[in-house]
């Protein structure tokens, strides 16, 4: 069974130094585009969950469930 890489291009062989600096690079890309659209990623999530029911919610208050 052939394997498929990981990543859709051949990377580069890297130092171990300049791995982790392009890790350090890219969490900081990623931290950025966070904080810049944070509120449009929130907000988009948000519409796309469904709605959560109070599962033990009662009408009548005078005979509870238990």
Same mark, same amino acid.
């Given at each position: 069974?052939?394997?498929? $890489?990981?990543? $859709?291009?051949?990377?580069? @062989?890297?130092?171990?130094? +300049? *791995? ?5 690079? =890219?969490?900081?890309? =990623?931290? +950025?585009?966070? !904080? ?5 990623? @929130?907000?988009?999530?948000? *519409? ?8 033990? *919610?009662?009408?009548?208050?005078? !005979?509870?469930?238990?």
């Amino acid at each position: 069974m052939d394997q498929q $890489p990981q990543i $859709p291009i051949e990377p580069p @062989r890297l130092t171990d130094e +300049a *791995a982790s600096q392009l890790l350090e690079f =890219l969490y900081d890309i =990623l931290t +950025a585009f966070e !904080n810049h659209y944070g509120h449009q990623l @929130r907000r988009y999530q948000e *519409a796309d969950e469904l709605p959560q029911y109070d599962l033990f *919610a009662s009408d009548d208050e005078e !005979n509870p469930p238990f």
